[in-house]
């Protein structure tokens, strides 16, 4: 992810096989200035988790529930993949002061749940939260953030269609359905082709909720080959 440092101090992370011989992945993580992780966690994918404080502004924020720093030091929270060679999730989590996030723990659906210290007076709460506004000095606080896979709206019959007929010649015509799993979700179906032209249709091309989509070719023009 990172290979220079980006501040005064980046944190590290670092995986090693079993043994602890081998060092797997390692990568550095930071803004322009200072980062301290206080805890990580693994989900059953591998993907790790650290939850800290940074005193950084401009983190590129991916899938965040707060994309930038609310000012002085904020909580945070980082997911990046096995490989420790993408970032899967990074969010500020802050008001106005500084905030730390100390500890954390993930659940069996794939949520977050981090608890912190809070000097911040402004700090986000939920509508239904047990306290909404700060006791004064330093308050702890608790959050959850929901990271599990979203719901997919709708299945596809099949993802792979093979077509074969020689150049010029008249391709049988496929089909693959479309059925929705929650509501009517809209979709739109997309003829781009790696190789270019505009040789393959699919009808109809948009539409809601369930539906039978045609899917033809035309070879005409097309050299032999694969496309």
């Avoid at 659940?107 to 939260?129: E, F, K």
């Avoid at 606080?141 to 010029?168: E, H, K, M």
């Avoid at 979709?187 to 039978?212: F, Q, V, Y």
């Amino acid at each position: 992810i990172k290979k220079e440092l980006q501040g005064p101090t980046d944190m590290f992370l670092m995986k090693f096989d079993a043994s602890g011989a081998t060092v797997q992945s390692s990568t550095l993580f930071g803004g322009n200035r200072t980062e301290e992780p206080f805890r990580v966690a693994v989900d059953r994918s591998g993907s790790l988790y650290v939850v800290g404080t940074t005193g950084s502004s401009g983190i590129t924020p991916v899938d965040a529930v707060q994309p930038e720093s609310g000012g002085g030091n904020d909580a945070f929270v980082l997911k990046v993949n096995p490989a420790m060679d993408a970032v899967q999730m990074f969010t500020y989590l802050g008001g106005s002061s500084d905030d730390l996030g100390l500890t954390m723990a993930l659940d069996g659906s794939g949520r977050v749940l981090l608890a912190g210290l809070a000097i911040s007076t402004n700090l986000a709460t939920t509508p239904n939260a047990a306290q909404r506004s700060s006791g004064g000095g330093a308050d702890g606080f608790l959050a959850i953030i929901d990271n599990s896979p979203a719901a997919t709206p709708f299945t596809v019959s099949t993802t792979r269609l093979t077509f074969s007929g020689a150049p010029g010649a008249t391709v049988p015509r496929q089909q693959f359905n479309i059925r929705a799993t929650t509501g009517t979700p809209e979709w739109t179906i997309d003829a781009t082709t790696l190789r270019g032209g505009p040789w393959l249709t699919a009808t109809p091309a948009r539409g809601s909720g369930n539906a039978t989509i045609d899917v033809g070719v035309n070879t005409t023009g097309l050299a032999a080959g694969t496309y």
